[in-house]
C-alpha cells in the first residue's frame, strides 16, 4: 500500500525558513518522481516543483513562482521527501502536499506565515 | 503558463444520473510521443486530491468504471455516469506536459 505521510509544518514569521519531509512507503522510491504541491484555503491546488528519479538523475524542476526560495530535495537511503522553504511570505500560507507514485497524494501539513 | 479552464463552476446531479465536466487548456496537451498530459482529480470534503485519470483516458487504480475522461488535444471531459453519493466534492482538471504543471480552478459537485 503507498502511503506518503508530511510533517514538519506549523507557524512561522514572515522571512523565516522551514523544511517540510514526506516520508514515503509502499513502493520502490527511486523508480519515481516526487512532487510537492500547495493549496491556499478555498483556492485550487499548485504545483511547486518535482525531483525526478534514479533514471533520470534526481534532477529538479520548480514553479517560477517559488524557484530561488523553495528547494525540493530527496533521501533514497530513508524514502524521504523534502522541501526547503525560504524567505517565506504571508501568501505561502496553505496546505502542502507531496505527492508520487500512481498519483497518490499524501493527507498535506499546515503551513501558516504570519507574525 | 498554459491556462486551464473548467466549467460549470459547480453541478447539481440526481443520484443515478450523469454528470460531465469540461476542461480547455490554452495550448495543446498532445506530446510528441502521442500521450496527451490532462488528469483528473476529486478532491473530496476535508480530504487530498486523489487521482482519477491521468493521460486523459485511463483510470486510475481504485476508480470505479463509472469514471472516464476523453478529448482532443485541447478540449476535454470527465464523465461520472450513476452518481452516488460519494462522487460529492471538487474535481480539478490539471496539465502535466509543461512546467509549471497547472490545475483548473475547479468544479464542485453536489447532490440534488
Known amino acids: 500500500e503507498v502511503k506518503l505521510l508530511e510533517s514538519g509544518g506549523g507557524l512561522v514569521q514572515p522571512g523565516g525558513s522551514m523544511r517540510l519531509s514526506c516520508a514515503a512507503s509502499?513502493?520502490?522510491?527511486?523508480?519515481?518522481?516526487m512532487y510537492w504541491i500547495r493549496q491556499p484555503a478555498g483556492k485550487a491546488p499548485e504545483w511547486l516543483g518535482f525531483?525526478?528519479?534514479?533514471?533520470?538523475?534526481?534532477?529538479?524542476e520548480y514553479n517560477p513562482s517559488v524557484k530561488g526560495r523553495f528547494t525540493i530535495s530527496r533521501d533514497n537511503t530513508q524514502n524521504m521527501l523534502y522541501l526547503q522553504m525560504n524567505t517565506l511570505r504571508a501568501e505561502d500560507t496553505a496546505t502542502y502536499y507531496c505527492a508520487g507514485a500512481y498519483g497518490y497524494w499524501g493527507q498535506g501539513v499546515m503551513v501558516t506565515v504570519s507574525s | 503558463d498554459i491556462v486551464m479552464t473548467q466549467a460549470p463552476l459547480s453541478v447539481s446531479v440526481t443520484p443515478g444520473e450523469s454528470a460531465s465536466i469540461s476542461c480547455r487548456s490554452s495550448?495543446?496537451?498532445?506530446?510528441?510521443?502521442?500521450?496527451?498530459?490532462v488528469y483528473w482529480y476529486l478532491q473530496k470534503p476535508g480530504k487530498s486530491p486523489q487521482l482519477l485519470i491521468y493521460r486523459m483516458s485511463n483510470l486510475a487504480s481504485g476508480v470505479p468504471d463509472r469514471f472516464s475522461g476523453s478529448g482532443s488535444e485541447t478540449d476535454f471531459t470527465l464523465k461520472i455516469s450513476r452518481v452516488e453519493a460519494e462522487d460529492v466534492g471538487i474535481y480539478y482538471c490539471?496539465?502535466?506536459?509543461?512546467?509549471?504543471?497547472?490545475f483548473g480552478s475547479g468544479t464542485k459537485l453536489e447532490i440534488k
Open positions: 495550448k495543446s496537451l498532445l506530446h510528441s510521443n502521442g500521450i496527451t498530459y
Open positions: 509502499g513502493f520502490t522510491f527511486t523508480d519515481f518522481y
Open positions: 490539471g496539465q502535466l506536459l509543461e512546467n509549471p504543471f497547472t
Open positions: 525531483i525526478r528519479n534514479k533514471a533520470n538523475g534526481y534532477t529538479t
